[in-house]
Structure formats: structure tokens, C-alpha cells
């Protein structure tokens, strides 16, 4: 122990004596650590923390799968649950919610908000096994249809919208104009599956087994479910069971016989989009940690052969090897406890700034933080760069002959020499190895990130305002609707206004079975209403026929508007104008809806940037009402002066009851490729990070072995050499390390980028043009590096490098 | 050959210039043997270098074969330095990561020389200093005697017309520091120019001129008789 103090004592005084490498060592690595320690404290929060619920590990959802084919998970239909709930004996309980969003408006407070609610079966805080803070859940009767209104708040929304206020159970707020009782909030530690500021009942009629509401009709897969085992029930049993029961099934509607069960842990359904990505970003961390520890391992060789004769005083006084490796370990160890310190404290506030950034597409990000789980990682990622940065200056201590270096011999000194380069070489090759795959990373990313913002969107996103308006629907399918429309298309300066179920460029509407007349043939068609502006608000041109017109209401024929992708997939090219488009609804009880094709128009971007577009339907507003919550509105200029008349008008006509956001069409499309912007922007980021350490290796190395070598380069400039060829020998000597490295690199990046694939748009994994360009610019990067030792070598002067004294 | 006419050297200090080299007039023909003597500082190797172009920091005038050096520009000097001159360290100075061979083919690849040439001249110098058989041998296993013979070898391998010694047998004992003023004898009667720096008066004998250098100054020039004459 005695000694160990001595040790570290020493070493912090050694330390201290180098100031400027100490601290060069410890801002490397200290960024190394950070970057990793910032992606692990992401990771461990989405994936390694188990969910807050007491025996996680019997909580798993509920999915009906196509055989064969195990990755297709798909929601349930409620008829099927109901079944399930009451059959089945492996569960200790069963309950559905509704995934995602639904989106209240907030009025009776101060200031009306809109509000992201779950509708879920009473059931669910049960198997959850939670209970709310104050107050208590739902019962079976709140759950059916007609029962009494009623809200369970979110500890959030509590204390945001109602102050906390104790006594909120049993008052009634005001969610979509209609009063609800609050019978519960729930504790602050308490995050639904997914985000959610409060939970309502759903609505179920309970004998026709048919949930109120758009889009649920009883044959859809609308429900989420999610059930508590029985202790030491098996999953694989569970799932045989719950087939078994609903292959049952004789009613409509009847579990397709090629249809299997499968069970998920909840925390896995909850991650699943989001692993791959982690994994991705962990590893480009790690990658820029490996650079940072090669790196650091570098600068320490380099010290220790400058010490070497320290080494030796000290071996020759009697210090054993071990005493003096264990005394470099000491160093390496302080070091990389300075360097995980500052990794820590970068890692502080790169994990807010993560967590932040990535909240909307990413779960749990409120639950980032770094805990003793990543501080733990933290101290053994640290101790591990520590050790592995220490390892070559070990190593060289345990083969050095005392007597040879403090000899400091001329003679033996050109092959001990060659042999320590060796170690510094592979080193560098690895940092540019590694670095490569970075960048290729990066530029992949990158180029798949520019392609996604030259995706043809067809329609024109300049000058367009949208303006999301819970509560439109019903404004605009009711007699308010056409007045809505004329008020706003009379502001000076607004040239067309419109609204449609989905904007895009994400998924639009439903997608349901159509025919062409009584073609047998069904197609998958994307189906939405639209007001007859939209086309012209949205600066998507007609290509055919007409569009939608105020003319097309309740009581005159149907008529469809369809896209170009429609002509060609479902028409077959032919021109579809006057033929008949059948809707066939799931559920045989419901009487298809026939239209005349009327029109066609180009081609719009509707999947998401990501997807090709759909064929697609575009019905009259007035003929079957609208589902809406956006307003479109093309203005003449700028668009930014607009936003407050435009507010206000729409507030005059349908009441200020509801709030309005406002973006422009191009915030809009940014925001919708905003976690592919983050991926891009991390992996440049770390890549940027890697590439900078890795040119300063470089530049260390190539400078200490210029300075190795000044008297050899003063004999060849005295026998004759020019500046340029000693110039040359120097970069010569980093080509072949750039060459060595771009080898690694490139191999590394043909065996991992595959991994990348599903993250990349209109880009393959071994895009040969990224590989290639990237492989040029960090070539070119670390020749750079180089040529300032370089420049420096080719200036010795051959009289004082051979001055002989 | 050379003319060298009042050059001067000087290094700037804290204390102002120091002279290391004052009003140095030299006139030197072709084929000659010079030594040049003088205590430790005395200017020696700087005024070597400066014949050899090595140094381009100085005043004065230098003509080489009738072309004015001190107007030339430092890369001109430098080649005019291949093209005349060959150098022997003391230090022996050969490059430790290259054999015997490697080391002779140094001043060819810096001087337009084809490969199948080089080739050819390596092995003729090689051949000619009786190092054949040391050709894939490294410096560091060679005597001091024969590194130095090596070191010779490459001096004139490129066929220089003036050879620069300084030193040369400083590290090396009596029989071999013979052996190699034998060989700069040889040389000398090949054709070449030698300019020798010697502390050691047999040696300092091989010169026809022996010139006296004494902070910086030229102190005089005696014949070799002359010097080992006042020796007995
Ligand atoms: N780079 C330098 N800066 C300052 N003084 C120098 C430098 N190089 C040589 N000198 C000085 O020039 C003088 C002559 O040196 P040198 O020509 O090497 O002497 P010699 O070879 O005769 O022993 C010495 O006093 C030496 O200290
Ligand atoms: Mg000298």
C-alpha cells in the first residue's frame, strides 16, 4: 500500500512536471469518453433500464403475426381481444390502448392548448400494476359506450395546466368543448408506453362489439394489447393458447387461418425502431473512443522513449521491471481517471443535449441521465483505454536492456529504432483505419440525408403556410365550412386555401380495397377528402380532367380525384377519367361507395419522404364529410406576415376556443426528416471528432520521427540530396501509413456499413462513390498533416544536424 | 580552381556578431592537396562548408571554376555541390538503416545518374575501395576503420572533382588513419582536389600546402616539410 501511495504520488508529480501533455492526453481522451459515456447514457436509458412496473418481466404485448413471416407484428381487433380476455387462462389480466396520439383541445384554462391523450380499457393502469397518485382508475362502466365522461390526468398536464391543484378529482375540465369528469392523476414517475398528457375510457359498445370513432370499425386492427402472465408461464405456451382460441373464432371477424400469435416483452416493442439506431451510434462512439486510446497510446510510446534513460537510472538503482511497469500503469491509470472525469462532465451535458434533440422520435429521452449504470461504464470504459494506452510503453519497459540505453549506443540505435516505429505505425494505421469508417459512415449518411432533400415532392412547398386547427373537421363538414374557406381565401395576400385528411409528406389517409367498376381485381388505394382549393393550395397541378369543385356536394354523383402512380399501377396506364371507382369496405355489412373518376393529378410525395408514392384517392369534402386538423394556405410572398391574420381569422369564424400552430410548408418537411438529420448530423459529428484525432496522431507521429531523423536527413542533403526528395521521404513514409490505414479502413467499412442499410435512402451500404470520395478526402486530410513535419525536415540544416561535438 | 576572396563569417549572439571566420584569402588549383590546420573553434569546418556549399551564409567572394558562388542562388550552390563536391565526417556519418550498398547509391539517386548506371558505378567504387564483400553488411558491423572507407567511397562515388575531409581520421586509430591518408593519396593522384582538416601532423604532411587557421584568421602557410621540419 505504502508503495502503491508512492507510486501515484510520483506519477501525479510527473504528471504535473509535463503540463502541456498531460493535458493534451486528457482532453483526448476525455473527449473520447465523453462522446461514448454521452451515447451509453442514451442507451441505457431506452434499452438497458427496465420499465418502471413491478415484474417487468411478465408484461408483454399482444400481436397477431403472419406465419412465416415472425418480424410482421400487427395490432389487434378488438372482437379478437374480447376473446382472448375471457378465454384465456395464462393471463392474470389483459387490456388494450390505443397507440399514439389523440389529440384533445384544451379549453376552461387560462389559455386553450392542445393536449395528447391515450384512449385505453379500463383495465390498463391494472396490468400495468399501477395505481394513480391521487384518485383511482377507471371502472368497467366508465369503459363502455355512454358511460359517464371522464379523464385520468398525467402528472405533467397536472401541474402544467391546473397547478398542481390538489383538489382537481372530481372537478370537470373541458377537453374538445366537451366536460369530463377528472377522476385520477397519476404519479410523476409514471410514463405511459409512448407520450401521453392524460387517458379517457374507449368507448365500447360492448354487444355489437363495435368501438366508436373513426376508423374503428370492428374488423380493424386497431388495438395494442398488453397482458400480465401468470408467474412461470412460458411466452411460447401463452402464444399457443391465445391461437388456439382465436382460430375459434366463427364470427365475423375470423382470424385468417395463415395468421399466427406473438408475444413481445413490452420494452422490446417499445425500443424496437430505436435499437438498431443506438447500436449504430454506440459503435461510431466506441470507433471515436478507439481512435482517441490509439491515439493517447501513441503520445505515451513517444514520452517513454524520451524518458528512456529515466528507466534505466531507475533500473539500474534496482527497480524491478515490475515495480517500473507497474509505475507506468500508475500514470496511464491517472490519466485516464483525469480523462474519464472530464468525459464524465462532457458526457453531462452531451446527454442533456441528446436527449433533448432526439425527444420526438426517440422513447424514454426524459429518463436520460446519467445514473450509476453509466457512471460505472464510464469508470470501466476509462479504466480501459487507461490500460490499453499504457500497454506499449509496458511492453517496451519489459523488453528494454537497461545497459543499451544508458550506453545510448549510435550503433544499436537504427534497429531498436526501426522496431519501436513499428508499434507507433500500426497505431496510426489504425486511427486512420478507424477513422474511415467513420467518415464512410458519415458521408453515407450524409449523401442518403441530401438525397432525402431532393426528393421531387411534387406539389410547391414555397410560400405555404399550414396551419394545424384541432377541431377543423367538424368546422369544415358542417354548414361553417365553405364560409372558413372564403373568409381565408379573401385575405389580401392569400391566393388558395385547402384542407385535406392527410397533408403531406407523411402517410396520407387510409388505405383501403378499391376496384375499377366491377373489375374483380382489388388495389390497395390511399384514400383521403380534400376541398376543392387544396390542389391549387398545395401547388400540385391537374394533369387531366378537372379537380374537386364546391359543386361536388351531398346529392350530386360522387366523384374521385386520383394520381398519376393510380393510372399506372391500378388503370395500367389507361386514362381512368369516367370510369367508376368501387370502395370495398372490410366489413361485408357496410354498402360500398361508388364515384366517377374525374380527374387526375400528379404524382405527390405521401409515404413519408421514404416511400415511393401510393396510388391515391382524393374524394370531395362535401360528399361524406372530412377528417381534417390542418389548413393550407398559398401566399402570394413571404408567408411569415400572414401567420397572425391568418390566426385570427380562423379564430373569428370558428371560435377561440381553439389553438392554432402555425408553420410554413418547408418547416414542415424539415421536421418530418428531423431523426434522420439527427442520425446524420451525430455521425458526422463523431466522424468529425475521430477525423481530427486522427490527423493529429499523424502529425505527431510523422513530427517526432522528422525529428528522429534529422541527422540522417543532414548526411543526405550533404551527399547531395534536394529539400524536395527529403520532402518526399517523409510523406512517402505517411503515404504508406495513409495506404496501410485506407486497407483497414475500407475493409473494416465493407464488413460493417451493411448494418447501416435500413437507415439509408436511395444509397447502397458500399455506394462506391462515397467509398471513393471519403477514401480521397482523408488521404488527403493526413497528407496534409504530414507536410508540415515535412516542410520541417526538408529545412534541416545538414550543418547543425552534423555538427560533431 | 578556387578563389576565395576576403569572406567572412559571423554569428549573431546576444553579445552582437561573433566572427568565426576574418578576411579569409585563398587561392586553391586544380589537383591540389590542402590541409588545413588549426586549433579546436578555429574556423576549420566552417570554412569547409563554405567550400562545400553547405553554408550559404557569408560574405566575401567565392569563384568555383570560374562561376561566382557568392552570386549564385542557395540552389544553384546546391548544385553546383553535386556536381564538385564529395564529404568525409569525422563522424563517419553513413546512414544506419541502409547497408553498404545502399549507402554508396545515395549520391547517384540524387544526381540524374540512370539506374543501370548506378548499378554499374556502385560496384566499381565498390569494387575499387575492396568493400565488395562488405556490400549487404550494415554499418553497425563494420569496424570504425571501414566505415570510414565507406564513408570515402561514397564521397566519391559520384566522381566529385573536390573532396572535403574534416577529420576524417579523428575516430580512428593510427593503422587505419594511415591507410585511409593513403587512399585521399591515391585520389589526390586520380585528379581530384583534396581539402583535408588534420590535427595530426603525419597526416597533415600528405598536403603539398598546409594552411594555419587561428580564430578565424589565416595564420600563415607552410610547406610540409616546412611544418614537419618544426615538429623535430
Ligand atoms: N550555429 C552556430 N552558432 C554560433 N556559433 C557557432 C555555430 N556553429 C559554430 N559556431 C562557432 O564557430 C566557431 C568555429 O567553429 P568550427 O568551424 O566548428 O571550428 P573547428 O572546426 O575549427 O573546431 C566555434 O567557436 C563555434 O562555437
Ligand atoms: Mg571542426
Redesign the pocket.
Known sequence: MGTLWQDIRYGLRTLARNPGFTTVIVLVLGLGIGVTTAVFSVVSAVLLRPLPFPNVDRLVMVWETEKGRPGSLEAIMLPQFLDWRDQCPDFEAMAFFEWGAWEETLTGVEEPARVVGARIDPQFFSVLGVVPLLGRPFTAEEGREGGPPVVILSHGMWTRRFGGDPEIIDKTIVLNQKPRTVVGVMGSDFRHIGTADFWMPFPMNIDSVAPVGPGAGRGAHGAYVVGRLKPNVARARAEADLEVIAKRRTQYPVFEPDRGVRLTSLHEHLVRDSRRLLCVFQAAALLVLLVATANVANLMLVRSETRSREMSLRAALGAGRARIIRQLFTESSLLALMGGSLGALLALWGAAGLGKAAASFLPRMEEVNLDWRVLAFTSLVSLMSGLLSGLAPAVRAMRMDPNECLKEGGAVRGLVGSHRNATRHMLVIAEIGLSLVLLIGAGLFLKSFVLLNQVRLGFDPKNVLVAQVPGVSEALSGPQGPELLERLSSLPGVQAVGAATALPPRHSGTQMDMTIGEDPVEHLVCRQEVTPDYFRAMGVPLVRGRAITEQDVEGSPHVVVVNETFVKRVCGGVDPIGKELVIHPDNPAIPRRRSIIVGVVRDVANQTLLGATEPEAYYSYRQGGIYADSLVLRIGSDPWPMVIPVRDAIQETIGKDHPIAIETMRERLAGSILPQRFQTIIIVLFSAIGLALAAVGIYGVISYSVAQRVREFGIRIAVGAQRAAIMRLVVRRALWLVAGGLALGLTGAVALTRVLRTFLFAVAPLDAVTFATVSIFLGSVVLLASYLPARRAAKVDP??AL?YE | MITLKNVEKS?K?KAGF?Y??RQINLEIGEGEFITIM????????????IVGMLDHDWEGEYTLDGQAVHALKPKDRQALNRQYVGFVFQAFNLLDSLTVYENLDVPLSYRNVKTSQRAAIVCDTLDRFGIVGKKDLYPSQLSGGQQQLVAIARAVVASPKLILA??PTGNLHSTQGREIMKLFKRLNEEGATIIQ?THNEEYAAYGRRIIQ?KD?WMDGEITPDQLLGKAR
Open positions: 550543418m547543425v555538427r | 554569428y549572439t561573433t568565426v571566420l588549426g586549433p579546436s573553434a578555429a574556423g576549420k569546418s566552417t570554412l569547409l562548408n574534416d577529420e582538416v587557421l578565424g
